[in-house]
Structures are given as structure tokens and as C-alpha cells.
């Protein structure tokens, strides 16, 4: 199986500040690695496809970017209600896998 | 407005059985492959099974094989997941998700989730 290993598992950030999330694969994946946000007690919802699509009605300033096995995940200013925990996905090889988390909290 | 709605979920003993649904609608279900993912109590994702369009293809996670069956009507526009030999490991949120399959693929659309708990 493809491990996916995000950093870091946490961070703190104010309203307006530009973060980056980082989600690396134990092989190369291409770019068949996917993002998503989950809010509290919420589903997940996709943000990102094949590592820098937008999913429809995504806001501009999420971005993605990487390929092989490193990938990033961008929110370039910071509303309040990105506060959440954001998930990256293989969709390489079967089992599909996610990676642990990043939970973006208020500073 | 594509809407997945999962129920089903409730306490059960350890060696017991639950039976999920999803009830799809907003969208051809017949046209999507369907899957389950669920997420442990304060964990992350994990993928559970998927199902093709027609059925013919079936995929389980290794930590259920053997105990988890999906299924699918697609004349009800329905998935399920016949659960058995439950263990406290199982227990998780519940989410059917649409999978995007082909060459790009993603979960574009996921239901709110019901929670399986697994306690004596």
C-alpha cells in the first residue's frame, strides 16, 4: 500500500496568513493525489483533484501543486472559515489511501 | 443537488452485525461507482470498500475483507454495507462517498455520515 505522510499534523495561523500543507508518498504517485477539507463534525469535501484542479465552487485561493511524491496544498489568505482539518489522497493504485491530517486551528 | 444520505449506524456488541444504507439522489447513480469510507473517533480517513456501477467489481480494505460485503440497487438508487463479526476497531463514522473513476479519480460527493460504536 502507498503511505501518505502529511506535515505538519498542526498549525496555528491568523486570518489573512497564507499557509502551505505539505503531503509526501512513500512512491511516486504522478499526480493522482487529491485534497480534501473536513470542518468539525462534517464530511469531507473535495478542494482539489490530480493534484491542481479546482473542484467546482472551490474559492481561488486554494492551489495545489507537486507531483511525483511531494505535493503541496496552498491557501494563500487565511478566512475564518478555513479553520478545519485538510486530508491529501492517492488515487495511484488500489487500496486508495488518505494521509493523517492537517488540523489548521486559530492562533 | 447530488445528496447522499447514510443511516443504519447504532451500538452493537462486539461479534454482532449492522446493515448501512445510502440513499443516493441529484445524480444517475446507475453511472458511479460507490464506496464506503470511514473515520475512527478523533483519526483520519480510511477507505472501507467500493463498489463498480454494474457490481462486477467488488475492493475491500484488508481489515475487513472477509467480514464487510457492499452491495448495491440500483433501481432503489441505494448502497449497502452488510457488516458482520464487528469488532471495537470498527468503530467509526460511516461515509458513502461517489468516487470519480477513470483517468482522474477522487471522492467528489460524500454523505453526512452515520456512526457505528462496537462496545460490550
Known amino acids: 500500500d502507498i503511505q501518505m505522510t502529511q506535515s505538519p499534523p498542526s498549525l496555528s495561523a491568523s486570518v489573512g496568513d497564507r499557509v502551505t500543507i505539505t503531503c509526501r508518498a512513500s512512491?511516486?504517485?504522478?499526480?493522482?493525489l487529491n485534497w480534501y477539507q473536513q470542518r468539525p463534525g462534517k464530511a469531507p469535501k473535495l478542494l482539489i483533484y490530480?493534484?491542481?484542479n479546482l473542484h467546482g465552487g472551490v474559492p481561488s485561493r486554494f492551489s495545489g501543486s507537486g507531483s511525483g511524491t511531494e505535493f503541496t496544498l496552498t491557501i494563500s489568505s487565511l478566512h475564518p472559515e478555513d479553520f478545519a482539518t485538510y486530508y491529501c489522497?492517492?488515487?495511484?493504485?488500489?487500496?486508495?489511501?488518505f494521509g493523517g491530517g492537517t488540523k489548521v486551528e486559530i492562533k | 443537488e447530488v445528496q447522499l444520505v447514510e443511516s443504519g449506524g447504532g451500538l452493537v456488541k462486539p461479534g454482532g452485525s449492522l446493515r448501512l444504507s445510502c440513499a443516493a439522489s441529484?445524480?444517475?447513480?446507475?453511472?458511479?461507482?460507490m464506496n464506503w469510507v470511514r473515520q475512527a473517533p478523533g483519526k483520519g480517513l480510511e477507505w472501507v470498500s467500493s463498489?463498480?456501477?454494474?457490481?462486477?467489481?467488488?475492493s475491500n480494505a484488508d481489515s475487513v475483507k472477509g467480514r464487510f460485503t457492499i452491495s448495491r440497487d440500483n433501481a432503489k438508487s441505494s448502497l449497502y454495507l452488510q457488516m458482520n463479526s464487528l469488532r471495537a476497531e470498527d468503530t467509526a463514522v460511516y461515509y458513502c462517498?461517489?468516487?470519480?473513476?477513470?483517468?482522474?479519480?477522487?471522492?467528489?460527493?460524500w454523505g453526512q455520515g452515520t456512526l457505528v460504536s462496537v462496545s460490550s
Open positions: 462517498a461517489r468516487l470519480i473513476s477513470g483517468s482522474l479519480t477522487y471522492f467528489d460527493y
Open positions: 441529484g445524480f444517475t447513480f446507475s453511472n458511479y461507482r
Open positions: 489522497q492517492q488515487s495511484y493504485s488500489s487500496p486508495l489511501t
Open positions: 463498489i463498480s456501477s454494474t457490481s462486477s467489481y467488488i
Open positions: 490530480a493534484a491542481s
Open positions: 512512491q511516486s504517485i504522478s499526480s493522482y
